[in-house]
């Protein structure tokens, strides 16, 4: 089994996160990388080490270079091409490669990437459908957690953690399962949560959850292993809350948010800063209670609403192939 998946894509950015020409750091199977992106739209990826002096890319610029842009050393301004080609000091000549580029796939606004290992299952497709039919409304809870992946997914697909983890948040009274719905590496989860009437400070600290019935209808759509999608419906909005997961290495796991969504009403324009707000929340209470366990704890008691996190141990110890798609109730 491998810990992280490899042959997995792993969506390392919408393209409204990159800034155009300035570099940043990206963290992949225990590599870090420079993503950069031109002004033509082209997002390229190197290793961050400079390999003259070992100094970070991600720290330095880019500069213009015929149609496109390179990125640039901060120690001695060595410039790299997308090729990972040097272009040597005092002429346009170009070094033969030295650092082997980051394989990106690029559907739209999405920045994919199987981390230079041979594809084992495919990229979901919804996301771009998602692009064409509701508005972007953007992303959020960018956070690097200290934990694995697995027992990052196993946060996500766990469905009674509300009461715990997001108490304070939704006044989740209790979770009523409904549906599990095994489709091997795609899955649906449906259940409901009553909620405990918001008080005003809550109302004051969030305006959004206004917008949150008296009974959230949770429906998650599960694609192992880089996405989770929340549907959201009320009669405010239409909101597709996204959260994304990459195994930056065997320790550290990135997790963001990106948000789609469709007004049902001239409020919902008002409260989009709102729900990006509330999903942020949603991630740093997740990454807090991930940096308080003893994840070498081997579990002696079972809830009832284990169904996904059952479902992510299935898919994790079985990838690339689903052993048997068994799990639907
Ligand atoms: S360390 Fe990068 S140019 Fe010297
Ligand atoms: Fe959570």
């Not at 079972?302 to 068994?326: A, C, H, Q, T, Y």
Request: glycine letters at 6%; proline letters at 7%; a negative charge.
């Amino acid at each position: 089994m491998s810990s992280m998946l490899t042959g997995a894509p792993w969506l390392l950015a919408h393209k409204s996160m990159l800034r155009t020409n300035q570099p940043a750091k990206v963290s992949l199977y225990g590599t870090v990388y420079v993503k950069w992106h031109d002004e033509y739209g082209a997002v390229h990826a190197l290793p961050n080490a400079c390999p003259h002096m070992g100094a970070m890319h991600s720290e330095g610029w880019c500069a213009q270079s015929n149609g496109g842009s390179n990125v640039v050393c901060p120690f001695h301004a060595l410039q790299f091409d997308s090729e990972g080609c040097t272009v040597l000091p005092g002429s346009d000549k170009k070094s033969l490669p030295q650092l082997p580029p980051l394989e990106l796939i690029v559907q739209g606004d999405f920045v994919w990437s199987y981390g230079g290992h041979a594809p084992k299952i495919p990229i979901p497709q919804i996301l771009n459908e998602f692009s064409e039919q509701y508005e972007f409304i953007g992303f959020t809870g960018d956070r690097s957690v200290k934990t694995d992946l697995l027992t990052m997914l196993l946060n996500m697909h766990d469905y009674d953690h509300q009461n715990g983890t997001h108490r304070a948040l939704f006044e989740i009274q209790e979770v009523q399962f409904k549906q599990f719905a095994d489709h091997g590496h795609h899955s649906h989860a449906y259940y409901d949560m009553p909620r405990t009437k918001p008080q005003l400070r809550d109302i004051i600290n969030n305006p959004a959850v206004l917008a949150l019935p008296k009974i959230i209808s949770a429906h998650l759509e599960n694609f192992f292993p880089a996405l989770v999608i929340f549907h959201g419906e009320s009669p405010i909005a239409t909101i597709k809350q996204c959260h994304l997961f990459i195994p930056e290495s065997e320790t550290h796991t990135r997790t963001y948010v990106l948000m789609f969504g469709q007004a049902h009403s001239p409020i919902a324009h008002l409260l989009k800063q709102n729900f990006l707000k509330l999903a942020e929340v949603v991630v740093d209470q997740d990454a807090d209670i991930l940096g308080k366990m003893y994840s070498d704890t081997s579990q002696k008691i079972k809830l009832i609403n284990e169904v996904g996190m059952d479902w992510v141990r299935r898919n994790f110890s079985s990838f690339p192939s689903v052993v048997e798609p068994n799990l639907s109730k």
